[in-house]
């Protein structure tokens, strides 16, 4: 059975000023050291004349995590960014703090909280996320049965994917795996064992906190 895990949605890289200084929290859902590695690079690239490019990344592969300060004082900005992702619980994911010095010394303890608020500023603007295991199911039934099994569904927490209309109804839809087994039973006596769900692949589904 799949293991549930929480990671972002989407993209978002948003930004505010400290004391002059600029920072970018990039943030991006990844499945890969590949994928972030190319993702730090891509930013460095784009913001080559930024001071800092900071990052830190989580990944279910391997359990991997890295972080590195780009030449900030030791323990000032990767850190801090590793944490934020960290006690939110999140993998599979990478961000990227882009910083442009803007002449005022932050100091140790302002480093830490600018480098923090940038990284909990891209998560919250990415949106979190849980990646539920789900078994991908199908069960055909008659017209009489559809209304009674399309809410039956839901219900019990899956969600329809598609439907096909032909002598009988075929529906398609995904449900956590570890709640499958409750709604074969509720299909099995809303249909007098008429209906059988047949499962099949196990895939990730998103839903949301």
């Not at 690079?41 to 990944?59: E, G, M």
């Not at 299909?187 to 769900?197: E, H």
Request: contains cysteine.
């Amino acid at each position: 059975m799949l293991k549930d895990y929480i990671t972002i949605e989407h993209d978002a890289s948003p930004e505010f000023t400290e004391k002059r200084s600029r920072f970018i929290g990039y943030i991006k859902p990844v499945r890969t050291e590949t994928e972030a590695l190319d993702f730090i690079s891509s930013l460095r690239s784009k913001h080559w004349d930024a001071t800092h490019n900071v990052y830190a990344y989580v990944l279910r592969e391997q359990n991997t995590c890295r972080y590195s300060d780009d030449n900030e004082p030791q323990g000032t900005a990767g850190m801090p960014v590793l944490d934020v992702i960290r006690k939110s619980g999140l993998t599979d994911v990478c961000i990227v703090v882009t910083r442009y010095f803007g002449g005022i010394l932050l100091g140790g303890g302002g480093l830490v909280r600018a480098y923090s608020h940038s990284a909990s500023l891209a998560v919250e603007a990415a949106g979190v996320i849980t990646m539920r295991g789900c078994s991908e199911c199908t069960l055909t039934c008659t017209y009489n049965q559809y209304g009674k099994l399309s809410s039956l569904i839901p219900e019990n927490g899956g969600v329809v994917d598609d439907c096909d209309f032909g002598e009988g109804v075929t529906m398609n839809f995904h449900i956590p795996s570890n709640e499958l087994s409750v709604l074969k039973k509720k299909v099995t006596d809303a249909t007098s064992g008429t209906v059988r769900i047949l499962s099949e692949i196990e895939k990730y589904y998103p839903y949301k906190q």
